[in-house]
Nanobody, 121 residues
């Protein structure tokens, strides 16, 4: 089994910064993709940022230029640095990884439990 645990959420004023972390643990052979999604109240879950093995990244237009996704591969950790936060960044942020488990041939998608980010105006 694989578990993802997020941390780093909280309450911050507009213009502030937060750094989210997600640690993957368990029977992991390889992690192909690590990413962050968020879900605002009453809205669908949306992609925030993703990083692919090799280092290629992709960001939602709404966070481009204000957020940086990175990974510590040796530790199976993905980070999301968010700067110049806006009230519309408020939501539950979920870690999402495509993991090849030990003994498996294909990757499987795993989700964390989410961490709340609230940006006050």
């Amino acid at each position: 089994q694989v578990q993802l645990v997020e941390s780093g959420g909280g309450l911050v004023q507009a213009g502030g910064s937060l750094r989210l972390s997600c640690v993957a643990s368990g029977s992991i052979f390889r992690i192909d993709v690590m990413g962050w999604y968020r879900q605002a109240p009453g809205k669908q879950r949306e992609l925030v940022a993703v990083i692919i093995s090799g280092g290629r990244t992709n960001y939602a237009d709404s966070v481009k230029g204000r957020s940086t996704i990175s990974r510590a591969s040796a530790k199976n950790i993905v980070y999301l640095q968010m700067d110049s936060l806006k009230p519309e960044d408020t939501g539950v942020y979920y870690c999402n990884d495509a993991v090849v488990a030990t003994g498996a041939r294909m990757p499987r998608i795993y989700w964390g439990q989410g961490t709340q980010v609230t940006v006050s105006s």
